[in-house]
Nanobody
Framework: QVQLVESGGGLVQAGNSLRLSCAASGRTISSNAVGWFRQAPGKEREFVAA????????SYADSVKGRFTISRDNAKNTVYLQMDSLKPEDTAVYYC????????????????WGQGTQVTVSS
């Protein structure tokens, strides 16, 4: 059974950057699409970004397009989310999740989740 562990969250000022990591253990995720989602207090979890198994396809929420970049290193069994120009509205718990499908399909395909990492952006 794969385990997903997110890291890299923290408290930053608006305009700064953070890089989140999603490290998998137990088995390889090199054949899985991987997504990042976030949930702010009092709000539903929302899609942030996703990447196909080889990295050729990437998808972003409109709210983060141009500021966030998703990438992966299959040799390290890790997926990253580079977050630049952070805004207070990016404050949330960020989760990574895997899909059993290699390519990007429905966001409901992501069905295995990590525990999350808190990102707080101060104004």
């Amino acid at each position: 059974q794969v385990q997903l562990v997110e890291s890299g969250g923290g408290l930053v000022q608006a305009g700064n950057s953070l890089r989140l990591s999603c490290a998998a253990s137990g088995r390889t995720i090199s054949s899985n699409a991987v997504g990042w989602f976030r949930q702010a207090p009092g709000k539903e979890r929302e899609f942030v970004a996703a990447i196909s198994w080889g990295g050729a396809s990437r998808s972003y929420a409109d709210s983060v397009k141009g500021r966030f970049t998703i990438s992966r290193d299959n040799a390290k069994n890790t997926v990253y989310l580079q977050m630049d120009s952070l805004k207070p509205e990016d404050t949330a718990v960020y989760y990574c999740a895997t899909s059993p499908i290699r390519w990007l399909g429905s966001r409901s395909d992501f069905n295995y989740w990590g525990q999350g990492t808190q990102v707080t952006v101060s104004s």
